[in-house]
């Protein structure tokens, strides 16, 4: 890593995060009005205790988010590869792959093998994002020479059958708001593993969905770890391999 920089892995949600902490401090600033006109009793009290419990509920993710983006995620990066067990040699595929936090920490692990990712580059999933962004992290962090990275949807992916010997996500699948659409990113990720490969997804909300439809398309050690409140919310780990023989998926 170069003494002089340090690699920025990005805010995520940064729509959420500033718009429901204007939410938050809107209602903050209402309930506190509130709370030096209102006449004393239980109806006012009830009033009160509505608006603060709605500023809290606004502020929570406006104050966790930045927190698990700026020290969380990095214990969750180390989580999965905990239960990855790279070898060193694998060409690996980070879907979702963002500033590159699982991309170059995958990087990081390989002695003979590669790390590519694939992104669109939604701002909306993370500020600032940007291959540029990820490019330059993987500078910073000394990786440079062991990364690819690839623009493309994780519903169509620009790669052939059994391309790749592991496949990471880190809290990509579920920007996708369609369940056929999951299921799509899902399939192409068995599509492009070898058999013999392992998969690994940090996500929230349909880590269990992914645990199912793994399972359902006959992979094995098909496991649901965690969760882990990276971000006020659970977090889970999906963790599966792709049986040695090929077999017929889709």
């Not at 500020?127 to 910073?140: G, P």
Request: glycine share 10%.
């Amino acid at each position: 890593m170069r003494a002089s920089e340090k690699p920025n892995y990005g805010m995520d949600a940064p729509e959420i995060v500033r718009r429901w902490g204007i939410y938050g401090i809107c209602l903050f600033i209402i309930s506190v009005v509130l709370d030096v006109y209102l006449p004393s009793g239980w109806p006012s009290l009830i009033v009160l205790t509505i608006a603060f419990g709605f500023t809290f509920g606004f502020l929570m993710p406006a104050i966790t988010i930045p927190i698990g983006s700026l020290f969380l995620k990095f214990k969750d990066r180390d989580w999965l590869f905990a239960n990855l067990k790279l070898q060193g040699f694998e060409k690996v595929l980070d879907v979702g792959c963002g500033h590159g936090l699982l991309l170059i920490g995958a990087a990081k692990r390989l002695t003979s093998g590669t790390a590519h990712g694939l992104d669109l580059w939604v701002q909306a999933d993370q500020a600032d994002n940007s291959r540029q962004a990820t490019l330059k992290n993987a500078v910073i962090e000394g990786v440079e020479n062991k990364i690819k990275v690839h623009d493309g949807d994780m519903r169509e992916m620009p790669f052939g059958d059994a391309t790749f010997d592991a496949i990471t996500s880190s809290w990509a699948i579920h920007n996708i708001y369609d369940e056929e659409g999951r299921r799509k990113a899902l399939s192409e990720m068995v599509r492009v593993l070898k058999p013999g490969g392992k998969i690994a997804i940090l996500d929230i909300d349909h880590a269990r969905s992914y645990r199912d439809f793994f399972a359902g398309q006959g992979l094995t050690e098909v496991r649901l770890h965690g969760p882990h409140f990276t971000f006020g919310n659970r977090t889970y780990l999906v963790t599966a391999s792709k049986p040695e023989e090929v077999l017929e998926y889709f």
